[in-house]
T-cell receptor
Framework: RKEVEQDPGPFNVPEGATVAFNCTYS??????FFWYRQDCRKEPKLLMS???SGNEDGRFTAQLNRASQYISLLIRDSKLSDSATYLC??????????????FGKGTKLSVKP | GAGVSQSPSNKVTEKGKDVELRCDPI?????LYWYRQSLGQGLEFLIY????????KSGLPSDRFSAERTGGSVSTLTIQRTQQEDSAVYLC??????????????FGPGTRLLVL
């Protein structure tokens, strides 16, 4: 099983749509979870951290299910500018230090007018 | 403030040559990471520096790859005897490493390496 697995997409959705991405991870000891966004030929940038209680930032909602070892990202009211690749990220090291992060290959989202 | 910077932004080299890639982390960040991203692939962890501790080199793909971090700031990734499969974008990231689990890594723009 891959350490972090995502559906590569692409997800082609119209503006205003709601879209959800899921991601599974294999290391049950992982403690840090993130969604990063990567635009074409650009570096990844943090979109949001994912907390056990779930968290929301505007149109974006992230959920963590430790029992099933999956993370989700929900985007409501999609905008054209949301078109990008969304990377699911999990830390490898267990304990007090974040250590290195494991990146999924990403899910490509394309929002159409 | 200034973000993570990397140089050169693009590098074309011939197979068998050595290359050096440079990373300047955000001032005050004690943790520094190198990743590479091949075309259409996810990010692959290479090496992690944390302060004065021994680096985590577990991701280096072969002994042709090495990295150092001088004075706890600037880092150089060296690839010796480059091969065509080394062609990729090499990304550097830094973090404050305050000890918090949910700590953001900030990425530089990357160096695009092409080995002919």
């Amino acid at each position: 099983r891959k350490e972090v697995e995502q559906d590569p997409g692409p997800f082609n959705v119209p503006e205003g749509a709601t879209v959800a991405f899921n991601c599974t991870y294999s290391n049950s000891a992982s403690q840090s979870f993130f969604w990063y966004r990567q635009d074409c030929r650009k570096e990844p940038k943090l979109l949001m951290s994912v907390y056990s209680s779930g968290n929301e930032d505007g149109r974006f909602t992230a959920q963590l299910n430790r029992a099933s070892q999956y993370i989700s990202l929900l985007i409501r009211d999609s905008k054209l500018s949301d078109s990008a690749t969304y990377l699911c990220v999990v830390n490898r090291n267990y304990g007090g230090s974040q250590g290195n992060l494991i990146f999924g290959k990403g899910t490509k989202l394309s929002v159409k007018p | 403030g200034a973000g993570v910077s990397q140089s050169p932004s693009n590098k074309v080299t011939e197979k068998g040559k050595d290359v050096e890639l440079r990373c300047d982390p955000i001032s005050g960040h004690t943790a520094l990471y190198w990743y590479r991203q091949s075309l259409g692939q996810g990010l692959e962890f290479l090496i992690y520096f944390q302060g004065n501790s021994a680096p985590d080199k577990s991701g280096l793909p072969s002994d042709r790859f090495s990295a150092e971090r001088t004075g706890g700031s600037v880092s150089t990734l060296t690839i010796q005897r480059t091969q065509q499969e080394d062609s990729a974008v090499y990304l550097c990231a830094s973090s404050l490493n305050s000890g918090q689990i949910q700590e953001t890594q900030y990425f530089g723009p990357g160096t695009r390496l092409l080995v002919l």
